[in-house]
């Protein structure tokens, strides 16, 4: 009887066992649903996460392909999730994508959710940036031509600073136009134009490429010298013959972007503001004259103040008084 019962219990166990065994091999018949696949767009070489049910733990029995017969490898699988690695030299062209098939034991799935495949970045190139002629200085405006950068990063003598304030164009590249951040050089620094290495630096998430130029610093602009050109004036003679008042300024690198404020001091009021209006090409160590109208003047006593066009304050003129 004893016999009997361990016969009963081994056929049982048997039964089971070959039972499981079916539902492994009859896996093909159960569905095979996707619900994520992230990211949406990746460079190959990158990993890929499927998130969905019915892929099974058996990676011998899981392949998953992208774009017909390019074969994923696979990383890691669970029942709800598959890692598979996107294939290299599958890219194409320009706004390449495609679909994923997986196959489990012998039944193909295809999926609509599809998956963009990006071009290795590339730093393209940069305008105002080469071996022999270029020429910056931190108020220029620049373009970074690239492919798949969403970054830029600039950096000199080992000090990195990312350009922000980017005005992304599309095209066949994708192109960032700047302004040099104005403390991209210390402007102590050159008593003339110095030749450096700049480093330029693409970005997109983790992946970094990056290019020298050798280029021609331009010092900021440099005041020797800001004169009203009379100390008194008539206001009730300017006023009637139509005069303005002259402004003088001597110094290096003179931009139509840098400007003055007029300052009434005795009530401590902005009362007048303007650009030089320089050649946008600069001037070196040269002068430049304006004349300011006096319109909206009043008797009293002011000063004048020159900035930069980042805003750094280069020197006052000597203050200057308009009589009735």
């Known amino acids: 009887m004893k016999n009997k019962l361990i016969f009963c219990c081994l056929a049982f166990v048997l039964a089971a066992c070959s039972k499981n065994n079916n539902l492994t091999d009859d896996q093909n018949d159960l569905p095979l649903t996707i619900t994520e696949i992230t990211p949406e767009a990746a460079f190959e070489g990158d990993e890929i996460t499927i998130k969905g049910k019915g892929f099974g733990t058996d990676p011998s029995k899981i392949k998953v392909y992208f774009y017909g017969e390019n074969e994923c490898p696979v990383v890691s699988l669970k029942d709800t999730v598959v890692v598979v690695t996107l294939p ?103 008593e003339d134009t110095a030749t450096a290495w700049v480093k330029v630096t693409a970005a997109a998430g983790s992946k970094r490429v990056s290019k020298d ?33 002259g402004l003088r300024v001597e110094g290096r690198n003179l931009f139509s972007r840098c400007y003055f404020k007029i300052m009434n001091t005795t009530s401590n009021t902005l009362i007048y503001s303007d650009v030089l209006g320089a050649s946008n090409s600069g001037l070196f160590y040269s002068e430049l004259e304006k004349g300011i109208a006096v319109t909206s003047f009043t008797q009293g006593a002011y000063r004048l103040s020159l900035y930069t066009p980042e805003g750094k304050w280069m020197g006052d003129a000597n203050s200057f008084t308009l009589l009735k």
């Not at 021609?216 to 020797?224: D, S």
């Open 213 to 245: 130029y050798k280029t021609r610093l331009m010092p900021e602009t440099f005041i020797n010298r800001i004169a009203v050109t009379s100390d008194t004036w008539s206001l009730k003679q300017l006023l009637a013959g139509g005069k303005v008042l």
């Open 88 to 190: 290299v030299g599958i890219w194409y062209g320009l706004n390449n994508y495609g679909h994923f098939k997986i196959v489990r034991g012998i039944k193909d799935f295809t999926f609509d959710k599809v998956l963009t495949v990006k071009k290795d970045l590339q730093l393209v190139n940069v305008n105002n940036l080469s071996d022999n002629t270029s020429r910056i200085r931190p108020d220029n405006v620049m373009e970074f031509e690239t492919i798949e950068a969403d970054r830029i990063f600039i950096s000199l003598d080992g000090v990195e600073k990312e350009v922000t304030g980017a005005t992304i164009t599309e095209n066949h590249y994708k192109t960032f136009t700047v302004n040099l951040p104005p403390d991209f050089y210390d402007t102590d620094r050159f």
